[in-house]
């Protein structure tokens, strides 16, 4: 089993930022990938961004270049920084953990984001 604890969402203007940080726990055995999914109001799940345990990553073309993923293995836990935030941006952001080994993974609660003026 993997614990997953997320942090970091709240309200922004727009052109704010925000760093969201998910700690993972349990049983984890690299290699694995970790990141974030969202989902918007009235839409579907979607992937903003992932981090492999050996440093590669992954970005939704929506977020490249103002969405930045990091980790820190030493800690299991992943970090979202996000600048330049758009309305568009609103969306609950779930963290996720999957080893390479597993078919399916796990998920955090998420966190509410919420981008308004």
């Known amino acids: 089993q993997v614990q997953l604890v997320e942090s970091g969402g709240g309200l922004v203007e727009p052109g704010g930022s925000l760093r969201l940080s998910c700690a993972a726990s349990?049983?984890?055995?690299?290699?694995?990938?970790m990141g974030w999914y969202r989902q918007p109001p009235g839409k579907q799940r979607e992937l903003v961004a992932t981090?492999?345990?050996?440093?590669?990553?992954n970005y939704a073309d929506s977020v490249k270049g103002r969405f930045t993923i990091s980790r820190d293995n030493a800690k299991n836990t992943v970090y979202l920084q996000m600048n330049s935030l758009k309305p568009e941006d609103t969306a609950v952001y779930y963290c996720?953990?999957?080893?390479?080994?597993?078919?399916?993974?796990?998920w955090g609660q998420g966190t509410q984001v919420t981008v308004s003026s």
């Open positions: 996720i953990f999957r080893r390479f080994a597993d078919t399916t993974g796990y």
């Open positions: 349990g049983s984890i055995f690299r290699p694995y990938v």
């Open positions: 981090i492999t345990s050996g440093g590669n990553t």
